[in-house]
């Protein structure tokens, strides 16, 4: 039987939320698990297109993904959600507002990510261009017992996958 859930990937800019969570929502799909994504672009260029960067805005953005999270999840549709969300306090808002969160903290080194580098958004933070950027001019809050963490520096995307996927069939009993 399905059961709906929110796989919750944070972590700073770079550390491969997106490209992790765009594996997992293939093999989920392959074992006809219904699943809706939820990208941070996507979602800032239509649902919360008003909101800045600020902690109030972050909040904010994340507290109206959270809402479509929970209507979802709770008809038993999967939720692959990748977002930054760098404040402990609004993920545990989201915990305790939605079913069944598993929270997946995306772990590679500052370093790392700044030698990414993907979308060329570092060098632009260094270079004071963009304000409030996770990591360099703003806080990244590391989750503290996540279900999962990922070690992106050391495992490769694959095993990353595999992660997650074998906490799903081991520990969350889904039916895959
Ligand atoms: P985010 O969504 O967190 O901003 P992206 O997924 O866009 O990050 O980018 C992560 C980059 O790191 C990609 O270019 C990806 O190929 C690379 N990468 C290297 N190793 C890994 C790994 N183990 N897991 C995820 N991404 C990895």
């Given at each position: 039987m399905n059961k709906g859930f929110v796989l919750w990937f944070t972590g700073?800019?770079?550390?491969?939320k997106s490209t992790i969570a765009d594996r997992v929502k293939e093999e989920l799909l392959k074992k006809n698990i219904p699943i809706e994504q939820l990208d941070g672009d996507e979602v800032r260029e239509h649902?919360?297109?008003?909101?800045?960067?600020?902690k109030e805005d972050r909040d904010e953005n994340i507290r109206r993904i959270a809402f479509v999270a929970k209507l979802l999840s709770r008809n038993k549709v999967g939720i692959i959600a990748s977002f930054i969300s760098p404040y402990e306090d609004i993920r545990k808002e989201v915990r305790d507002s939605v079913t069944n969160f598993i929270e997946i903290?995306?772990?590679?080194p500052l370093e790392v990510c700044e030698a990414r580098d993907v979308k060329g958004l570092y060098k632009k933070a260094r270079a004071g261009e963009i304000k409030n950027f996770t990591g360099i001019s703003d806080p990244y809050e590391e989750p503290k017992n996540p279900e999962i963490e990922l070690k992106t520096d050391k495992s490769s995307i694959e095993e990353c996958v595999k992660q997650v996927i074998h906490y799903l069939k081991e520990v969350y009993q889904l039916d895959l």
């Open positions: 700073l800019s770079g550390s491969g649902l919360t297109r008003d909101l800045g960067f600020s903290y995306v772990n590679a």
